[in-house]
């Protein structure tokens, strides 16, 4: 696992554990995620705004915001799909060539 990742998800959970026992103890929001934001992370206003979220979320929804830094989506060609492959296949053969356009193709696949 990268040492870095690990780092900033554990920092991420101490501020959302500090931030929620700061507002029992009768803390404002802004004033929670401020003091988060210049003890634990030596920054200001943008972490204090994510403190502000990534708190309000587990509060919420009792579960922590998935983190996406530093990953990417992993896409797949519908290509691949040898149905969806085969029906538009068949599609572009039935069209006259005039009428064989990727806006035409588009509107035949939205409309599956």
Not at 23 to 32: E, N, P, Q, R, Y
Not at 76 to 89: H, M, R, V
Request: net charge positive; glycine share 6%; with cysteine.
């Amino acid at each position: 696992m990268n040492k870095n990742v690990f780092t900033y998800d554990y920092l991420r959970h101490l501020s959302i554990r500090r931030y929620i026992q700061l507002l029992l103890d009768g803390w404002g929001k802004m004033d929670a995620s401020n003091q988060i934001a210049q003890t634990v992370w030596s920054k200001g206003d943008y972490i204090a705004r994510c403190i502000r979220k990534w708190g309000d979320h587990f509060i919420k929804m009792k579960e922590f915001l998935i983190h996406h830094q530093g990953k990417h989506t992993k896409l797949e060609s519908l290509l691949n799909d040898e149905d969806f492959k085969e029906e538009c296949q068949a599609w572009l053969r039935q069209q006259k060539s005039e009428s064989r356009t990727p806006g035409n193709l588009k509107v035949y696949i939205e409309g599956m």
